[in-house]
């Protein structure tokens, strides 16, 4: 997770500007947009054909009452790029609906491209984030013309269901780039469920607040989180299982399995709304040797802070990669609430580089704890995927 989001008071003093600007935010190029070419503002229904493979060539943004409808099968390749990416936006849907016999295909436009070639997917939708208010709004990392969160925790943007993202995570700056998904205040009225993302960078999946919840979701060789959760998350994330492959190194200093804020970056201690969310059934595979990944490794499995409330059940830690601490309770900025419950299991034999669990002096964690017995994420739920689990 990056730290760089302008005050949502600031979009209103310049929202005409902004928003007049907002069809026109594509990536230069000099070819021509063709009938296969995604590019600009969808305003009304666009049902894509899965007979075709489509170019993703700019900005596609789907805009409030405007509908992408992705049938089954259908392959999306995707220009190089920070502006190449897709963004719902508050008041429009995505209708991604894959099968396990033909998943729906997001990936770059040559083969092995590596994560952070093009940009991601975005959501932004109208449910409840942290803030200095109850209900407050905030804006989008990756362009701050565009606005999310409000009051509405049972808001819809559509379905994602057996969806491929490969080799998103595409970088402004050091402080400004995109996940793999990105989900910002997403209601629960959202269907997300089946989803494989690949060597992305900079999370595999991050929940900027809302109440969505995600089921079935593999993260493979993700440049820094695995599961990012902050600014008021309230949702669950259900059978979720996270690898780094053999011989992969992160660039990231500090990757983690799952990293979870209450606010965002620590910068709102008073806010209301803290991220108070589930995680159910959780594998994180470290397949990567130590000696042979120069030394890359993982920071923490599970990184709790400033003022997050988790209820993880049923993780497993697993491989033979390193780690540093399994669970982290501290943060300069707030550490995570003693009302937090977790239970991982380790299965790992890596080198072991910090504490099991590393907490304040003087707090109590009565249910954070680990201990044996865990079984971890069902592997055989993501076989649709193809990745060898």
Not at 78 to 107: D, H
Not at 354 to 375: H, L, Q, R, S, W
Request: negative net charge; hydrophobic residues 35%.
């Amino acid at each position: 997770m990056k730290k760089l989001m302008l005050n949502a008071l600031a979009f209103c003093a310049m929202s005409a500007m902004l928003f007049t600007s907002c069809e026109n935010n594509v990536n230069n190029d000099d070819t021509t947009p063709g009938a296969n070419e995604l590019s600009g503002a969808i305003t009304s229904v666009k049902e894509l054909d899965a007979n075709v493979t489509y170019t993703l060539n700019g900005t596609v943004t789907v805009e409030e009452g405007g509908e992408l409808v992705i049938p089954a099968g259908t392959v999306i390749k995707c220009r190089k790029g920070f502006s190449n990416y897709l963004l719902v936006l508050p008041g429009g849907k995505i209708m991604a609906e894959g099968t396990a016999e033909k998943p729906i295909v997001f990936t770059a436009d040559v083969e092995n491209a590596g994560s952070g070639y093009w940009g991601g997917i975005i959501i932004n939708g109208k449910a409840p984030i942290s803030g200095a208010e109850k209900y407050s709004t905030a804006l989008t990392e990756v362009n701050n013309a565009y606005i999310y969160g409000g009051n509405d925790a049972e808001d819809n943007s559509g379905v994602l269901k057996y969806v491929k993202i490969e080799y998103a995570g595409a970088r402004s700056t050091a402080e400004v780039e995109h996940n793999g998904l990105t989900l910002n205040a997403v209601g629960n009225g959202t269907v997300i469920e089946n989803i494989y993302v690949l060597e992305s960078a900079d999370d595999a999946i991050e929940f900027f607040g809302g109440s969505v919840n995600v089921t079935n979701l593999l993260a493979v060789n993700s440049d820094d989180d695995m599961f990012d959760f902050t600014q008021g998350y309230t949702g669950t994330l259900k059978n979720c299982y996270g690898v780094w492959a053999k011989g992969y190194t992160s660039t990231e200093s500090d990757p983690r399995g799952i990293e979870a804020d209450g606010n965002f970056d620590g910068m709102g201690p008073d806010h209301v709304d803290q991220s108070n969310f589930k995680v159910e059934n959780m594998t994180v595979d470290l397949r990567l040797d130590y000696s042979d990944a120069e030394g890359s490794y993982m920071h923490d499995v599970i990184k709790l802070r400033r003022g997050a409330t988790a209820n993880i059940t049923n993780a497993l830690l697993k491989g033979v990669g390193a780690y540093k601490d399994i669970i982290d309770l501290t943060d300069g900025k707030g550490d995570g609430t003693e009302q937090s419950s977790i239970s991982i299991s380790n299965e790992n034999t890596g080198k072991a580089l910090g504490k099991e669990i590393n907490i304040t002096d003087g707090k109590n964690y009565p249910n954070v704890k680990v201990e044996a017995g865990n079984t971890g994420c069902d592997a055989s739920i993501f076989g649709w995927t193809g990745y060898a689990l």
